[in-house]
């Protein structure tokens, strides 16, 4: 018996010419059969209980069905593919024209930076270009501010030495020149306060109220301006004037001082409130010309253009007046102190 199997094997082998193609196609099959096991999709249908009887039916199926079968499964996976595929080329699509929209709005963002950043420089060469203007303006301005105040300076001297044999009387009331004249008035101040030059004879060469013209708001009368022929007279009438002090004309109280331009008597007034802390305390001060203070101080006179140099040194003298009286009383104290320690001693010896 098995050697009639093995005939009829033979036999069958022979007699069947597409047995090896069979054989070639059933290991095909089990090949793609195993690389659609392995497959991700199948795998989640295989674990369904789908995949479990379709297991069981591609067994019980035969050759062309069970082909047929993987022919439907390719397509589907073609077609799933394919969908996955037009999608992902959509989505790549997308992404490319997103990209350049990227693209076009970076290209687009330089060119506006570069645009930016000429405008920064010509706004940064304009701004430089204005400083060095502002520069030139403000030296030329302070060039022409010092030669403003060169020129009003030396108007002023000018101003100053032409009224630098006048004198100035003030306090004398209005219209009494009228009646015996100005030449007459000044004699008779010379003659009543001023004995001692009484017999010089003083030449005048104008005499004139100042203002001209009357002002019926104005509490004070004009002065009066007279014009000498020397110098050296106006500077001993004024030398005496300042031994006197108290210079009168008709028991009226007058003043006599020297005629300066309008800066001038602006920068001498300025003095007066130092000029009166200073005489207060004996320290001898002097306005001199054109707007200077001087005076004594430890038994040196010392001379000052500025108001505020004149009042550290009087801040500096009335501080070490105090403390040199502090340190006075400081010493009395002390000696007192001690005397009267002595004499509770002495008292409790006895």
């Known amino acids: 018996m098995p050697a009639l199997r093995k005939h009829s ?38 674990n369904s209980p789908k995949a479990v009887n379709n297991e069981t039916d591609l067994c019980s199926l035969t050759d062309l069905e069970f082909k047929r079968e993987i022919v439907k499964i390719l397509k589907e996976l073609r077609e799933d593919m394919n969908s996955n595929a037009d999608t992902l080329r959509k989505e790549l699509e997308n992404i490319r024209r997103s990209q350049e929209k990227l693209e076009h709005s970076f290209a687009e963002m330089q060119t506006e ?77 010379i003659a009543g306060n001023f004995p001692n030059l009484k017999d010089t004879e003083f030449k005048i060469q104008e005499a004139q109220r100042a203002p001209n013209k009357v002002n019926p708001n104005r509490p ?39 005629d300066f331009s309008t800066e001038t008597l602006q920068a001498r007034r300025e003095w007066q409130e130092i000029f009166k802390v200073l005489k207060g305390k004996n320290m001898q001060p002097r306005i001199l010309y054109p707007a200077r203070i001087s005076f004594k101080i430890e038994g040196e006179i010392k001379f000052f253009f500025q108001q505020t140099k004149a009042k550290r040194i009087q801040q500096y003298k009335t501080q070490t007046k105090r403390n040199t009286e502090r340190a006075s009383l400081n010493q009395k104290e002390r000696k007192e102190r001690k005397g009267g320690k002595r004499k509770k001693k002495k008292k409790r010896k006895n």
Not at 13 to 38: C, D, F, I
Not at 117 to 134: G, L
Not at 151 to 170: F, G, P, T, V
Request: net charge positive; aromatic share 2%; charged share 35%.
């Open 220 to 258: 004070t009368p004009r002065h009066i301006i007279i014009k000498m022929a020397k110098v050296s007279d106006k500077e001993r009438i004024l030398k005496a004037s300042r031994e006197k002090q108290n210079v009168t004309y008709k028991e009226t109280p007058i003043r006599l001082s020297a």
């Open 9 to 46: 094997t033979a036999v069958t082998r022979q007699t069947l010419p597409g047995h090896r193609e069979y054989n070639s196609t059933r290991k095909k099959k089990t090949s793609k059969m195993k690389k659609l096991k392995n497959h991700p999709q199948l795998n989640q249908q295989e």
């Open 113 to 189: 930076l570069g645009a930016v950043k000429t405008r920064m420089n010509n706004a940064e060469e304009r701004i430089s270009d204005m400083e060095d203007r502002i520069m030139e303006i403000t030296q030329s301005g302070q060039q022409t501010e010092n030669r403003i105040k060169k020129l009003e300076s030396n108007i002023r001297d000018l101003w100053d030495n032409i009224k630098r044999a006048n004198l100035r009387i003030i306090g004398i009331p209005e219209g009494v020149e009228k009646d015996k004249g100005m030449e007459n008035i000044f004699e008779e101040i």
